[in-house]
Nanobody, 118 residues
Framework: HVQLVESGGGSVQAGGSLRLSCAAS????????WGWYRQGAGRKCEVVSR???????DYAESVKGRFTISKVNAEKTLYLQMSNLKPEDTAMYFC????????????WGQGTQVTVPG
């Protein structure tokens, strides 16, 4: 039974920081592909950052230089460090996982809300 549980969301003033966590269970943490996605009110779900099993990473242009994705295999936890937060970062953030070699992310968490008041 695969379970991804996000935490760390909250409300923070513009310019502030948050660190999101995604704890995984029932899933092979090593050798898998991981991602953070977000969906704001009335907006499409969009990729924020991805980390492949070969440790390569990519980021949405809007978060480059402000967000950092990382994972600690021993903890089976994926992180998203977010700095210099902006009101447009307000969204529900989801972590996602998939076994390497399979297209698309098949496993998703329930999300954690990030709010940056304007």
């Amino acid at each position: 039974h695969v379970q991804l549980v996000e935490s760390g969301g909250g409300s923070v003033q513009a310019g502030g920081s948050l660190r999101l966590s995604c704890a995984a269970s029932g899933f092979q943490f090593d050798g898998s592909d991981w991602g953070w996605y977000r969906q704001g009110a009335g907006r499409k779900c969009e990729v924020v950052s991805r980390k492949q099993s070969d440790s390569s990473t990519d980021y949405a242009e809007s978060v480059k230089g402000r967000f950092t994705i990382s994972k600690v295999n021993a903890e089976k936890t994926l992180y998203l460090q977010m700095s210099n937060l902006k009101p447009e970062d307000t969204a529900m953030y989801f972590c996602a996982a998939q076994y390497t070699g399979i297209s698309g992310f098949g496993y998703w968490g329930q999300g954690t809300q990030v709010t940056v008041p304007g």
